[in-house]
C-alpha cells in the first residue's frame, strides 16, 4: 500500500523561533480540515523490563508549559511514568499529510487543575472513570457494566459525581518537537525544535534543525 503526498510540505521560511506556534497553527489547520479527532495522541513510556509502550490518549489543553492529558493514576501507563517521569507524544495527522512529535518530563497535575477538568467530561464518562479499574484484568464485559451499575447506584441522576481518588492528571514538559510535512517522492520535510531539559537561567531559546527524511 502507498500513497503519493502532494501536499505544501514545510520549509523554514514557515517556521517560526517557537514550536508552540507552529504547533498551534497546525492544530487549528487540521481542525478546521476535519481530520478526526486532531487531538488524540500517542503517548509512549518504557516499563520496568525496558519495554516500550504505547497507547493513544486525547490531548486536553496546551500552553507554554506543556501538553495536557488526563487517565486513571492505577494504570499501566501511570506506573511507569511514577517511576520513569519521561514520555514520547506522536500527532499522527495523516489525511493532513502532516505528523508531530514531542519528547518531554513529565509532571504531575495538582489537584485543582484534574478537578476542574473531570467537572467537564460527560456525565457517562465519569462514571467509566470510577468503574473502570484501568490495565487491570477484569473476566469479562459484564463485570464492567456490573461495576457501572454498582457507581451509577451510588451517584444516582441529579447528583455531582466527584473525582475519583484514582485519577489524575499529567503535562509534557516539551524539550523536543519534531514536524513532519509529506512530500513527494518521499523526500519528506522534517524540522525539529530542541532545548535542554531541567532548570536553567531564564527561558532558553529553541535550536532548530532539518533533518533527512
Not at 503526498?5 to 487549528?28: H, S
Not at 513510556?45 to 496546551?62: E, F, N
Not at 484501568?134 to 451499575?149: F, N, P
Not at 454498582?150 to 484514582?166: I, S, Y
Amino acid at each position: 500500500m502507498r500513497v503519493g503526498y502532494a501536499r505544501p510540505g514545510l520549509d523554514e521560511a514557515q517556521a517560526p523561533d517557537d514550536p508552540l506556534d507552529l504547533f498551534a497553527r497546525w492544530f487549528a489547520e487540521v481542525a478546521a480540515a476535519g481530520v478526526p479527532e486532531p487531538n488524540a495522541m500517542v503517548v509512549a513510556t518504557v516499563g520496568a523490563d525496558g519495554w516500550p509502550a504505547a497507547r493513544t490518549v486525547l490531548l486536553k489543553g496546551y500552553d507554554a508549559t506543556g501538553l495536557r492529558f488526563f487517565t486513571n493514576t492505577e494504570s499501566a501507563k501511570a506506573a511507569e511514568l511514577a517511576a520513569r517521569p519521561r514520555a514520547a507524544l506522536v500527532f499522527p495527522w495523516h489525511p493532513a499529510q502532516r505528523q508531530v512529535r514531542v519528547t518531554g518530563p513529565v509532571e504531575e497535575l495538582p489537584a485543582d487543575v484534574v478537578a476542574a477538568y473531570f467537572a467537564t467530561r460527560p456525565r457517562d464518562a465519569q462514571l467509566g472513570a470510577w468503574a473502570s479499574p484501568q490495565s487491570a484484568v477484569v473476566a469479562d464485559r459484564a463485570e464492567l457494566d456490573r461495576r457501572l451499575a454498582e457507581v451509577a447506584g451510588r451517584f444516582p441522576e441529579g447528583t455531582p459525581v466527584p473525582v475519583p481518588p484514582h485519577w489524575g492528571g499529567y503535562r509534557v514538559v516539551p524539550v523536543s518537537w519534531e514536524f513532519w510535512a509529506g512530500r513527494a517522492g518521499r523526500l519528506h520535510d522534517r524540522l525539529r525544535y530542541v532545548r535542554p531539559e531541567g532548570p536553567v537561567s531564564g527561558t532558553p531559546a529553541w535550536t532548530r534543525t532539518r533533518l533527512a527524511p
